[in-house]
């Protein structure tokens, strides 16, 4: 169907985290509030970049390979410049031209399952999906006690071999391998909703712009993976 898109973009952002640094509560809710409403504005150019995608199937014309490269280097590059700029306006707006970038990458996917017949409810199922596993991983952040940077250590090991697995899979198209690193990206990237909104509520990440990059790459994967997965069990192609 199509290989689990932007995983590589998580590791530039994802490192193992650092000690808890614990500024005081007002501080930590407004740097969340001012993460989720960014995170909401994103999903704006993130639609349209997906429909100017569909409409003009410039992505689908490049190939998996090339597609693969585009989203590589163009990951890497936005979200090197974010961190640049990220104290600044300038951060928010390289933001959400880097989401509209990956929304003209995700076209290749929804264009693919917007030819099945079932698609347009394959895509909203897929929202819903997503939508319920974010505000799961959001509400039980607020809940977990412990310290998750070891769980944030071993995922950010499996982001590596996505990475790498997938790149090969650009070569090798196998099925098989496709399957295992959807399943695995969706189960990778869910997991990181929770580590990321707790690092944030812990206070780990302070400044708002790099903290919406992050959680969205993650709802960006969950979303992708659901929807391959989706189409690729649950299409109609009759």
């Not at 590791?11 to 005081?24: K, N």
């Not at 639609?47 to 014309?61: E, N």
């Not at 590589?72 to 959400?96: M, N, P, W």
């Amino acid at each position: 169907m199509n290989e689990p898109l932007a995983a590589n973009g998580q590791s530039a952002v994802h490192a193992p985290a650092e000690a808890a640094y614990s500024p005081d509560l007002a501080q930590r809710q407004r740097v969340l509030r001012n993460t989720y409403g960014l995170l909401a504005v994103s999903l704006v150019p993130t639609v349209a970049g997906a429909w100017v995608g569909v409409s003009t199937g410039i992505v689908s014309a490049l190939g998996p390979i090339m597609t693969m490269i585009l989203l590589v280097a163009g990951t890497f590059g936005f979200v090197y410049a974010i961190e640049r700029k990220k104290d600044s306006a300038a951060g928010v707006y390289l933001l959400l031209g880097f989401t509209f970038f990956l929304g003209l990458i995700l076209s290749r996917l929804v264009g693919q399952v917007l030819g099945l017949r079932n698609g347009a409810s394959l895509v909203m199922t897929a929202f819903g999906g997503t939508a319920a596993i974010f505000f799961a991983m959001a509400s039980l952040a607020t809940v977990i006690k412990r310290d998750l940077s070891g769980l944030a250590k071993f995922l950010f090991v499996g982001v590596l071999i996505i990475i790498v697995a997938a790149l090969a899979n650009a070569f090798l198209q196998s099925s098989a391998l496709m399957l295992a690193l959807l399943v695995l990206c969706l189960g990778i990237f869910s997991a990181f909703i929770l580590v990321d909104i707790k690092r944030v509520l812990d206070g780990g990440e302070t400044n708002y712009v790099s903290a919406t990059t992050e959680i969205y790459l993650d709802v960006y994967n969950v979303f992708s993976s659901l929807l391959a997965l989706l189409g690729i069990f649950g299409g109609d192609r009759d």
